[in-house]
């Protein structure tokens, strides 16, 4: 029994010893201080530093739609028969002159036509004036009172014929010469041919295109525009177009807005008149800056932005020219080297600047 009454004590010993050893080496048994801010020195900004407020001003907002440079005049060339193409002579880049011969069709249908109908024509003149001739001696006749009324009537009847077979046939030959005509592809106006559908050895049907034709005088861009930006808009009026394809800009007047906004992108489709340029061609990518009202920015001078890795940030001067660190978040460079403070500062605040370099 002693011998458990020892051993339960050296254990409680032990225990103890361990736990004032933890305590004293923690500092339980040092003075404590109890908790409050410690207050560290703040840097001044030296008195000939040079500072700059920062600024609210209101700007115009634009907005980028992206398009296409297109034609104000496009045309599709096609046949007007049914016809074996024989040559196509122009390809597509070519510039062409209006009344061009630009496809050739196989002539020999409508030329053995167009010899029937003047055949045809021929022996319906010949009628013609054999009718003509009879009705006048008939009428001799009958004012003598040899013949009788019928057989007046039957020859003005036969003359009647006779006349309308005329007319039929010198519209069936206009219609084969027409058609004949129509053998030879005439280019209806001048321009830059975009499209070669066709080629020789293909039948070409009406309707059918076999060539696309554009104008380069007449190049605009068409532009799809939000709803709510393009009921703003009216026509004459002027936006800048941009051309990345050929590193230029314009400007170019409204010519048209399409009233009929698309149902799925509510948008209205813009189009605004370029300026010539020989450089544009149908197709380019273009941009148009679409005014899209005003809003106001915070603008501090450039050379007040540090980084550090890519965090950016700005030494604000506060009150008795205390220096604090403040990270900003960035947006648009302006053209007088200042730069949108999108969040960090306050309309109010200084911000200061680097020392001006004397070398």
Excluded: H
């Amino acid at each position: 029994m002693k011998v458990v009454i020892r051993r339960t004590i050296e254990v409680l010993v032990g225990l103890a010893v361990i736990v004032v050893a933890v305590l004293w080496l923690s500092g339980g048994f040092g003075a404590r201080i109890s908790p409050a801010p410690v207050e560290t020195a703040s840097p001044m900004a030296p008195d000939d530093a040079a500072v700059a407020p920062v600024q609210r001003t209101t700007t115009d907002v634009t907005e980028w739609a992206s398009g296409a440079v297109a034609s104000a005049i496009q045309t599709e060339v096609s046949s007007q028969i049914m016809a074996r193409i024989e040559e196509v002579r122009v390809s597509a880049g070519d510039a062409v002159q209006a009344g061009q011969t630009l496809v050739v069709l196989d002539r020999q249908e409508p030329l053995a036509r167009a010899d029937q109908a003047r055949q045809a024509l021929a022996g319906a003149q010949a009628l013609f004036d054999l009718a003509e001739t009879e009705l006048k001696r008939i009428e001799q006749l009958f004012d003598r009172k040899v013949v009788t009324r019928q057989n007046l009537d039957q020859a003005i009847a036969s003359f009647t014929g006779a006349t309308a077979d005329v007319d039929r046939l010198e519209r069936a030959l206009d219609a084969a010469e027409a058609a004949l005509a129509y053998t030879e592809i005439r280019a209806p106006v001048e321009g830059v041919v975009v499209d070669r559908l066709a080629e020789p050895g293909e039948m070409a049907s009406p309707g059918l295109p076999l060539l696309r034709i554009y104008d380069p005088a007449a190049l605009r861009v068409e532009v799809p525009v939000r709803e709510t930006l393009a009921v703003r808009l009216a026509t004459g009026q002027r936006l800048g177009i941009e051309v990345p394809a050929r590193g230029v800009t314009f400007d170019g007047t409204i010519e048209e807005i399409v009233p009929f906004a698309e149902p799925g992108a509510r948008t209205l489709l813009v189009k605004v008149a370029l300026p010539g340029d020989p450089g544009l061609y149908a197709g380019l990518f273009a941009r148009v800056a679409i005014p899209a009202g005003q809003r106001e920015q915070l603008l501090v001078p450039l050379t007040a932005i540090n980084q550090v890795g890519q965090l950016d940030f700005v030494t604000t001067v506060g009150p008795e020219r205390k220096l604090r660190r403040r990270f900003v978040t960035l947006g648009e460079l302006m053209a007088d080297d200042r730069i949108e403070v999108l969040s960090g500062l306050t309309v109010g605040e200084t911000v200061l600047l680097p020392p001006v370099s004397t070398e």
